[in-house]
């Protein structure tokens, strides 16, 4: 910025002198003008990143260390400046995006609110106890000190489904204990089930062969 305002000024100096010493100037400020149209138009997306840079570091919808997605990549910030913004991949692959790319789409700042709540999808036959699942369930997210009371748990009966019983389970955990607490707790339910013998059945079919002789 300073650059451009430095070499936009001595421009100015330099036809201001020239109309001083009754040098026609005309001509040489429409090249000017065109000399900056061509400048413009090659630099068109650089200074729509430039332009998108401002608005992301004056109106902060991420900052560096949070885990975002948004115009097509998912990642932690690591680095934001006027063009570009630096992130890694879970897998630590470095992404860098133009400012033009992220802020022309929407963008999902998982890191934003400190709490995020966790969703399970678990079936069960048709021929078990749902109550006892239930409260199986329930045992095993009381027992994790991970979990949240407030917003309370929940277990409910979602869905009647093909070959289960559908029951949807939520809870609420720090935002940086969210993927620990969805592995240990898919894990957890499974051995629970087990060990309760509630059945989580999978998609069967029966076949009936019919002999027309």
Do not use: C
């Not at 997605?69 to 006027?82: C, I, Q, R, S, Y």
Request: proline share 3%.
């Amino acid at each position: 910025v300073g650059s451009l305002a430095r070499y936009t000024l001595i421009a100015l100096v330099i036809v201001a002198a020239l109309d001083q010493f009754g040098i026609e100037t005309t001509g040489f400020v429409a090249l000017l003008g065109a000399a900056g149209l061509a400048i413009g138009l090659a630099f068109q997306g650089t200074l729509s990143s430039l332009a998108a840079g401002v608005m992301i570091l004056f109106f902060r919808p991420f900052t560096k260390g949070q885990f975002i997605e948004a115009g097509g990549v998912v990642g932690t910030v690591d680095e934001v400046n006027l063009f570009v913004t630096e992130l890694h991949t879970p897998d630590n692959v470095q992404i860098i995006v133009p400012n033009s790319q992220l802020w022309g789409t929407a963008i999902k700042n998982y890191s934003h609110h400190e709490t995020r709540r966790v969703d399970f999808v678990l079936g069960i036959g048709y021929g078990d106890d749902i109550g006892k699942a239930k409260d199986a369930v329930m045992a095993l997210i009381s027992a994790d000190e991970r979990t949240l009371s407030d917003p309370e748990p929940m277990v409910v009966v979602s869905n009647l489904g093909e070959s289960s019983v559908d029951l949807t389970v939520r809870v609420w955990v720090k935002a940086e204990d969210y993927w620990n607490v969805k592995f240990d707790l898919t894990q957890g339910m499974k051995e629970e089930m087990d060990a309760k013998d509630i059945n989580i059945p999978y998609p069967h079919r029966t076949l009936h062969v019919i002999n027309n002789d």
